[in-house]
């Protein structure tokens, strides 16, 4: 499990990467990436292409995010999750609160 | 620290206390092993130096006893030693010894040695200091969890989960793992169930299933419909638990008088609706947001509805069956979680041959343990006996003599469900409480008909098939949105009289009215429909007036009643 | 004949023992002086292992003071005494005591 984050050269979208598995073990990892961008980014991407599963506490973990990055007008999507994510996020009927691409 | 050096030669020994003296040692002498032995006992060094040959117990036998006799877990032996053939040394090691310096003794050499050895000391201290804390922070969190335990089951009681028609697996560890499976009978006749799954694990899973349960209980007993209870309880989940944590819940109600399941998935897995008649299989997906997640201003449900009869049996389960995993590390999966159930005889109870796949799937028993399955049939059908009153020394009391009115009008019919309140208002009058289900099930009736029948003009006919269940509602549900004028008026009239009460029910609806003698005459056939003969059954008398657009009903109870 | 004392060794002794560096030597002297008496009165045909005791415990101590040939005498009796092997003429302990007896002296007038 690896969380590497990357924000862009205006600073205005943080992308970060979940590589391996999105579990509890990944907390700590997951929150730094994005606590300490100031000014808060308008659009955040988690980058899922290589992320291999998710549990509710990843669910969890993302549901931190969209409160931090400013809950019901936070701009976050999730992109490349692979079928299982996808079944998972479905059933949470997540795509209410992330963009899923 | 304090060392100990056991040489009976005088010169080394007094050269090497001033050695470590000189660097800050408080050091102990001994001239021989019993001496060694015995200021061992008494001053309990952190090290100790042992000249290898001395008369009487020469140094490795001395190693040996106060190692057998120390309670320490471990200090530092070094031998002192002139020998240099490589076997004595490696018998240096070998009596359990740490090191060893050879004569003469180099001062640098020594403090190098004793340094490095205090190092280890100090870490030895520390984790035994940490694993101390450690174990006094465990205790008490077991403690915690104890005493946490014995609250849930207190407060999060199992209701009517022993009844016939229920076959449950909840997991031993249920509480911890946020499983939490609930039952209680409807006023009306039949069963509301919910099994949910807290996030997380330990505390924090199991506190959000206390305010849960008293809502689940309070809401339920007062009457209180599926969208009204999961509004409070979403409300409360949102506002206690802390971001991130959330409740998947599968929530419904058997009606054993309407023969309908009425249900809610919301981030759960899919729940199996089985028609054993027809053989068919219903899927019910989640269609919401798990509780605690969406705020209470944009919280919505839209329950689904279904037949539900004698041959139908609902399936709920949490996640934990589902990825319930083999040796592999390969997950149970919904697939065959389906077959399963698709090749359940009748004979056994389809929870209990779920259960026994798991457990051959995932070989040991433990992972089948953390399992939560939930299997429904009909209820049995509530014989509305009045049932005895707790407190006979109660006489005239609360809303005894009273009158209340209530007209809902337009939208408010779709946003207000006025049962739970006039029950609540009428059963403060103490002698109504054995009468309670009648009581619900008398105005129950008699509204929805005045809404269903009078104002939406909805045909109950439609139910008559599977598919005609949801159609229904949908129908009903549109109905109640595009409504702008129409009404319904309740008024209840409580009069004591001689021997005990009579409960006077009037309702009047802005419908256009049946033929109240077809009715009854179709009714007799099948139930669906206004319910008259239920009616008939239970009120003492029951008129339709202006064209079956007013209703009254009469209910009269007695205070030695108890009747069948 | 070779130095009679490692200075080197000695004047490391000095810095470890300070002022008591006097007591450390008469302490030293007595010591030795009692076990080369007790050696005179052995039996070097029966009493080897004993012998190999005392001589390894005189050569610990001389070498700590720095002291050379005496040290050596005795750290042969003792290898031989161990071996069951000390004759007669390895036993010189005439010799012995002139070396020590040097040694002291030589001690004596450094440091005392």
């Not at chain 2, 009078?454 to 009903?476: T, W």
Request: some cysteine; charged content about 25%; proline content about 3%.
């Amino acid at each position: 499990m690896a969380v590497t984050s990357v924000t862009s050269a205006d600073g205005k979208s943080l992308t970060i990467s979940i590589v391996g598995r999105f579990d509890f073990s990944a907390h700590q990892a997951f929150r730094d990436s994005y606590e300490k961008v100031i000014p808060v980014p308008g659009e955040i991407l988690v980058d899922m292409k290589e992320t291999t599963y998710l549990d509710s506490s990843a669910l969890g973990m993302l549901l931190l995010l969209r409160d931090h990055s400013g809950g019901d007008s936070s701009q976050i999507s999730l992109l490349g999750c692979n079928e299982d994510i996808r079944k998972i996020l479905t059933i949470s009927n997540f795509e209410q609160l992330f963009k899923i691409i | 620290m304090k060392i100990l050096i056991a040489d009976d030669n005088n010169t080394e020994r007094l050269i090497l206390s001033r050695v470590l003296e000189n660097i800050g040692h408080e050091v102990v002498q001994a001239e021989d092993g019993p001496t060694a032995i015995t200021q061992f006992d008494n001053h309990a060094p952190d090290l100790v130096f042992l000249d290898v040959l001395m008369p009487g117990y020469d140094g490795y036998e001395v190693a040996e006893i106060i190692i057998k006799e120390s309670t320490r877990p471990w200090f530092p032996i070094i031998f002192l030693t002139s020998l240099t053939e490589a076997s004595d040394l490696a018998k240096c090691i070998d009596a359990g010894g740490d090191d060893f310096v050879s004569k003469p003794i180099n001062r640098i050499i020594i403090k190098a040695k004793v340094d490095a050895f205090e190092r280890i000391i100090n870490l030895y201290d520390t984790v035994a200091e940490q694993r101390e804390r450690i174990q006094f922070h465990h205790e008490h969190l077991v403690q915690e969890q104890e005493a946490a335990k014995k609250i849930f089951n207190n407060i999060a009681h199992r209701g009517c989960l022993e009844s016939d028609n229920i076959h449950y697996h909840l997991s031993p560890m249920s509480i911890f793992n946020g499983d939490l499976m609930l039952a209680a009978e409807l006023p009306m006749g039949g069963m509301r169930l919910m099994l949910a799954d807290f996030t997380g694990h330990g505390l924090p899973a199991a506190i959000g299933a206390l305010p849960a349960s008293e809502i689940f209980y309070g809401m339920t007993t007062k009457g209180f419909s599926i969208p009204d209870m999961m509004v409070e309880m979403n409300t409360r989940l949102y506002n206690v638990l802390p971001r991130g944590v959330f409740c998947c819940v599968i929530v419904f109600d058997i009606d054993s008088l309407g023969h309908r399941l009425t249900i809610w998935n919301a981030g759960a897995p899919d729940s199996y609706l089985i028609d054993q008649k027809r053989n068919s299989i219903q899927l019910i997906h989640s269609v919401h947001l798990p509780l605690g997640i969406q705020s209470p201003q944009k919280f919505e449900i839209n329950c689904s509805e279904f037949e539900f009869t004698e041959h139908h049996k609902l399936i709920a389960v949490t996640d934990g069956i589902i990825e319930a995993t083999d040796h592999n590390s390969e997950m149970f999966g919904e697939k065959r979680m389906l077959e399963c159930i698709k090749n359940a005889s009748t004979d056994m109870s389809i929870c209990d041959k779920l259960l026994s796949e798991v457990g051959i799937y995932c070989g040991e028993l433990d992972q089948a343990d953390d399992v939560s399955i939930l299997e429904v049939g009909f209820p049995g059908k509530s014989n509305m006996a009045v049932t005895s009153l707790q407190d006979s020394t109660v006489t005239v009391s609360g809303t005894s003599d009273s009158v209340i009115s209530l007209r809902l009008r337009g939208q408010s019919l779709g946003n207000f469900d006025p049962i739970p309140m006039f029950l609540q208002t009428l059963l403060a009058c103490k002698e109504l409480m054995p009468h309670r289900a009648r009581i619900f099930t008398v105005l129950s009736e008699l509204y929805n008909n005045a809404l269903d029948h009078g104002v939406l003009s909805l045909d109950s006919s439609i139910k008559n098939d599977p598919q005609g269940f949801a159609k229904y509602y949908q129908q009903r549900a549109q109905g109640l949105k595009e409504l702008d004028v129409g009404f319904v008026n309740v008024s209840v009239d409580h009069r004591p009289t001689a021997t005990g009460g009579e409960l006077i029910f009037e309702l009047t609806d802005s419908g256009s009215g049946f033929d109240v003698e077809e009715i009854v005459k179709k009714e007799n056939q099948n139930y669906s429909g206004r319910g008259l003969p239920l009616l008939i059954s239970l009120c003492d008398s029951i008129e339709y007036l202006e064209d079956g657009t007013r209703v009254q009903a009469i209910y009269r109870w007695d205070h030695d009643d108890i009747r069948d | 004949m070779q130095s009679v004392l490692d200075l080197e060794v000695l004047n490391e002794l000095v810095e470890i023992m300070g002022d008591d560096m006097a007591m450390l030597l008469n302490s030293y002297f007595s010591d030795s002086q009692n076990k080369l008496d007790q050696l005179a009165k052995m039996d070097w045909q029966t009493e080897q292992e004993t012998i190999f005791r005392m001589a390894h415990a005189l050569k610990g101590s001389s070498r700590n003071l720095g002291i050379v040939g005496f040290s050596d005498m005795c750290e042969s009796i003792e290898s031989q005494a161990r071996a069951n092997n000390l004759s007669q003429n390895d036993f010189d302990l005439s010799a012995l005591n002139q070396h020590f007896k040097a040694a002291c002296a030589e001690l004596r007038e450094r440091y005392l």
